[in-house]
């Protein structure tokens, strides 16, 4: 019994020293201390529809540059997965932050059917997508609300079936008509950084 409380007593005493050591350790800034995660919900308004979408953006920040890869959820027209690569440079740091950002990728389709011209069948291809835009990060400690406006333009691409007679096979034959679809859109964004 007494070999047991000499060693808790030890344990006890090892474990403040060791805990006071670790306070005195200084870490110097690393890329923790540089990533951040912009994620955002936007509403969207085009000439077709009013629809929403929902992205993520991570990356790092070296002085007032910021690049980092995105990805997310598209419901505007036909729902997509966009995946990209976007800059930000800081405008303004006073309060708060201006960033203007740019940013470039792929569209690649989430549904199957076209639902809106449902006549039209056939697969859909991976389309580009580019956008850009106007943030104010309103900051909360070491986090930020994120308010912005922004341009995006999303293009989809559906290969439609077309029933063609060919007459020296005799029979009909499936000669896909590309279709392309360029949606230019408004975004209100609301978000936040960490």
């Known amino acids: ?15 403040c020293k060791i805990q006071a050591q670790v306070n005195a350790v200084k870490l ?7 990533f951040h995660s912009f994620n955002t919900v936007q509403i969207l308004n085009g000439s077709t529809t009013t629809s929403f979408a929902v992205n993520t953006v991570n990356g790092f920040q070296f002085g007032k540059l910021f690049c980092g890869f995105g990805a997310g ?10 995946l990209f690569i976007e800059a930000r440079i800081d405008l303004l740091e006073r309060k708060g932050k201006l960033q203007l950002f740019g940013n470039g990728g792929l569209n690649f389709p989430f549904s199957s059917q076209n639902k809106k011209l449902e006549f039209k069948t056939g697969e859909y291809k991976t389309g580009g997508l580019y956008g850009g835009g106007l943030d104010y990060l309103v900051p909360v400690k070491k986090e930020a609300v994120i308010i912005g406006l922004a341009f995006s333009n999303k293009q989809v691409i559906q290969m439609v079936d077309n029933s063609v007679w060919n007459p020296i096979l005799n029979k009909v034959e499936n000669i896909p008509i590309k279709d392309k679809y360029a949606f230019n859109r408004i975004a209100i964004r609301i978000g936040w950084m960490f």
């Not at 110097?28 to 540089?34: A, C, H, L, M, T």
């Not at 959820?73 to 966009?82: G, I, K, N, R």
């Open 73 to 82: 959820f598209d419901y505007y027209y036909h729902v997509s997965v966009p």
């Open 28 to 34: 110097s800034p690393g890329f923790k201390d540089n």
């Open 1 to 15: 019994m007494k070999r047991l409380v000499i060693l808790i007593c030890v344990i006890a005493i090892a474990t």
